[in-house]
C-alpha cells in the first residue's frame, strides 16, 4: 500500500500495520461486493478493457510459450562464445559461464521470435481495408467500420480506434516529417499480430492456463473495484461552497503552521546567559561550543544544542515568543524557563501553508481529504448495513506469535559464535 511503511520483524508497531492493511482490504472488498451488486461489472467500459486485458495476456503467453519457447545452450556454444569475445589467455570462471549462457540465451530468443513473428500469419488470411484507415476519414467513420478481416474475425474502427489514432498522433509529435497515415497501419498490423496470437492461444487451450487465469481474475477485480470508486467520487464531487465551508469547518486539520529549526543553550543563570550570548554575538564563540561546553540540557554535548523543528505553541510562552520573533541566525534571549536560562538561535525557516483556500495546493488538499472522507463514510455503511464482515482476531493473533518465535529464534542463533544467522 503506497505510503504505508512495515515496520522490522517482531515489532509491537508491526500489528498495527497489519490492522491497517487488512482495513484497507476489507473496504476494497466491500467496494468491490457493491459494485457487483450496483451491475458495475455488466458496463460496456468495463467489459471492453477486461477483453482488452485478457487479449494482452493470452497474446503474450501464447508469445512466452509457443513463439519463445525454451532453448538450450550447448557446451560447445558456450565455448565457442567465449573464444570469440574473450582475450587469449582469459580464464571461462562459473561466473563468466552464466553470463555468456545468458548473452546465447537472448540472441537465440530474439532469432527464434523474429522468425516466428514473420511465419504467424502463413496459415491465416488477413485482409486489410486500407481506404477506411485514412486519418481523412475519421469524421464520418462509425464505429461499425471494418479495417481487418483476420480468419474469421473482424476488427473494426471502434474496437481499435483509440490506439490507431494514438499511434499516428504519437509519430506526428515525435517528428513532424513522419507520415501519419504510416503510423496508423504500422498500429494496425500489430493489432492484426495480437488477435492472430489470441486466436491460436484460445485453440491450444492458453485460456485455461493458471497464470492467466490468475492475472485476468486479479485485474477483474481491481478495475472493477477502481472503476466503482471513481464513479462514487465523481457523484461526490463537492461545489466550491461545500469545499470552501469545509475548509473553515476543519481549518486546523488542514493548516500546518510556521515551524522553526532550533538550536539552544541552556545555563544556570542570567549573568552566564548574557556573558556567553555577548561572546557568540563578537565572533569569538559559535552556539556548538557554547552547547558543548556550558549547557546543562540533556545530550547537550551530543547533539550539541540543535533542538530541531519546532512548532509554533509547543514550548512554554516566554521561549516560544523569543523563537518566532527572532530572524534567522540572530541571537535571542536569555529568557528563563524551569529548565534555566536559553540563548536561542533559529536555524531556518518553514512557512506556515495552507493558510488561503484560494490557493491551488490548498484547494487541492482539501478536495482529496473530503473526497476521502466521503467514500470512508461510504465503505462504512457497506460494512454496517450492507455486508457482513468478519474478524479471525485470534488467527490474527497466532499469525503474529509465530512471526515473533521465529524472530526470538533466529535472535538466540545470531548470538552462537560462527552461526549462519549471523552472518
Given amino acids: ?96 559461464r552464466l553470463q555468456v549462457e545468458s548473452s546465447l540465451h537472448k540472441e537465440q530468443r530474439k532469432a527464434r521470435m523474429a522468425a516466428e513473428q514473420r511465419a504467424l500469419r502463413d496459415d491465416v488470411e488477413v485482409k486489410v481495408y486500407e481506404d477506411n484507415l485514412y486519418a481523412a476519414g475519421d469524421a464520418e467513420r462509425t464505429d461499425s467500420t471494418p479495417l481487418a478481416e483476420v480468419g474469421a ?99 486546523n486539520r488542514f493548516v500546518l503552521p510556521e515551524t522553526r529549526k532550533v538550536q539552544m543553550v541552556v545555563v544556570e543563570t542570567e549573568a552566564e546567559a548574557e556573558d556567553l550570548k555577548g561572546k557568540i554575538e563578537s565572533g569569538d564563540m559559535t552556539m556548538y561550543l557554547a552547547a558543548r561546553d556550558h549547557s546543562i540540557a540533556a545530550n547537550a554535548k551530543q547533539d550539541l544544542g540543535e533542538v530541531g523543528w519546532v512548532n509554533q505553541g509547543e514550548v512554554v510562552p516566554a521561549l516560544d515568543e523569543a523563537i518566532f520573533t527572532l530572524g534567522p541566525g540572530e541571537v535571542g534571549g536569555p529568557v528563563e524557563t524551569p529548565a534555566g536560562w536559553h540563548l536561542v538561535v533559529v536555524q531556518d525557516v518553514k512557512d506556515a501553508e495552507y493558510t488561503d483556500f484560494d490557493d491551488e495546493a490548498t484547494r487541492k488538499l482539501v478536495r ?31 499469525l503474529a506469535q509465530r512471526e515473533a518465535d521465529m524472530v526470538k529464534t533466529l535472535s538466540e542463533k545470531a548470538q552462537q559464535p560462527g552461526s549462519v544467522t549471523e552472518e
Fill in 1 to 96: 500500500v503506497v505510503g504505508l511503511s512495515v515496520p522490522a520483524l517482531g515489532t509491537p508497531e508491526r500489528d498495527t500495520v497489519r490492522i491497517t492493511l487488512l482495513d484497507k482490504f476489507i473496504s476494497a472488498n466491500l467496494l468491490y461486493l457493491d459494485a457487483l451488486k450496483q451491475g458495475v461489472d455488466k458496463d460496456p467500459l468495463y467489459q471492453q478493457e477486461v477483453t482488452r486485458f485478457s487479449d494482452a495476456i493470452l497474446a503474450g503467453r501464447y508469445r512466452d510459450l509457443k513463439l519463445a519457447g525454451e532453448m538450450a545452450v550447448t557446451e560447445e556454444q558456450i565455448q565457442a562464445a567465449f573464444k570469440e569475445k574473450a582475450a587469449p589467455d582469459a580464464e571461462l570462471t562459473d561466473e563468466m
Fill in 153 to 251: 474475425e473482424t476488427l473494426t474502427w471502434g474496437q481499435i480506434k483509440d490506439r490507431i489514432i494514438a499511434a499516428g498522433k504519437g509519430a506526428t509529435m515525435a517528428d513532424p516529417l513522419a507520415m501519419e497515415d504510416e503510423a496508423r497501419r504500422a498500429a494496425l498490423e500489430r493489432e492484426i499480430d495480437l488477435r492472430i496470437m489470441v486466436q491460436k492461444a484460445r485453440a491450444d487451450g492458453l485460456e485455461a492456463d493458471p497464470l492467466v487465469q490468475r492475472r485476468l481474475t486479479e485485474y477483474r477485480k481491481t478495475r472493477l473495484i477502481n472503476l466503482h470508486r471513481e464513479r462514487l467520487v465523481a457523484d461526490m464531487e463537492p461545489g466550491d461552497e461545500v469545499l470552501k465551508a469545509y475548509y473553515e469547518e476543519n481549518r
Fill in 368 to 398: 482529496r481529504r473530503y473526497l476521502d472522507e466521503r467514500l470512508n463514510a461510504y465503505t462504512v455503511e457497506l460494512r454496517k448495513n450492507e455486508f457482513t464482515v468478519e474478524v479471525y482476531e485470534e488467527r490474527m493473533i497466532q
